[in-house]
Every structure is written in C-alpha cells, then in structure tokens.
C-alpha cells in the first residue's frame, strides 16, 4: 500500500554532494520511520541512516557520520539524504526503506522498500 522511488543517484567526483530524495505515496508517510541502505556489488546491505517519525532523531554509521544528512518533509511526503565529501567507497545502489521507528530501520527491519538509485563515486 506505499510505494517509495528514489532518485537523484549519478556519477560524482571524488569529494563531491549529492541530494538523493525518496518519494512515498499514500496518506501515511508520517507514521514512518524513514532510512537508506546502500549495496555494493558483493557485499552486504549497509545501513546508512535513520530519521525518526518527528524528525528530530538521527542515526548513522561511522561510515558516513559528519558527511551524510537525512532529512524528511512531511508536507511533501519525501525523505532525503544529502550526502557530501563522497569517497569512492560510497559507490553503491542506495535504496530508501521505511519502519514504524528508526531503530527497527537501523536493523533493516523495514516494510517497505525502494527500488534504488545508483550512486557512483570516481576518483
């Protein structure tokens, strides 16, 4: 009953932002916890971040702690992950995921799920 699509993956630079967004259908976003998760080819899902159903709590992985943002605008329906200082190693498919709070999302316990976005890192 709620769909998520991402978007805003591309190929950056080394050192360089982007702004990935992930659009929920449906009256019931604010009842979500809202997370991404990235996956390599090779390796296992990654957790990424986390944003309460206030959007006053984050969490994030020493990965990416101090360079990645997750935010939500409710309004719109939409949670965003604002990601800067990109390091080859962030290249991944990132895919937007939902939970009734953000710790089941910090433990990919989510119930819906994006279908991913590629973001590629060169250096």
């Known amino acids: 009953q709620v769909q998520l699509v991402e978007s805003g993956g591309g190929l950056v630079q080394a050192g360089g932002s982007l702004r990935l967004s992930c659009a929920a259908s449906?009256?019931?976003?604010?009842?979500?916890?809202m997370g991404w998760f990235r996956q390599a080819p090779g390796k296992e899902r990654e957790f990424v971040a986390a944003?309460?159903?206030?959007?006053?709590?984050?969490y994030y992985p020493d990965s990416v702690k101090g360079r990645f943002t997750i935010s939500r605008d409710n309004a719109k329906n939409t949670v965003y992950l604002q990601m800067n200082s990109l390091k080859p190693d962030d290249t991944a498919v990132y895919y937007c995921?939902?939970?009734?709070?953000?710790?089941?999302?910090?433990?990919?316990?989510?119930?819906?799920w994006g279908q991913g976005t590629q973001v590629t890192v060169s250096s």
């Open positions: 449906g009256r019931i976003f604010n009842n979500y916890a």
């Open positions: 944003l309460s159903r206030s959007g006053v709590f984050t």
């Open positions: 995921a939902a939970a009734t709070t953000q710790w089941k999302v910090a433990g990919a316990e989510c119930d819906y």
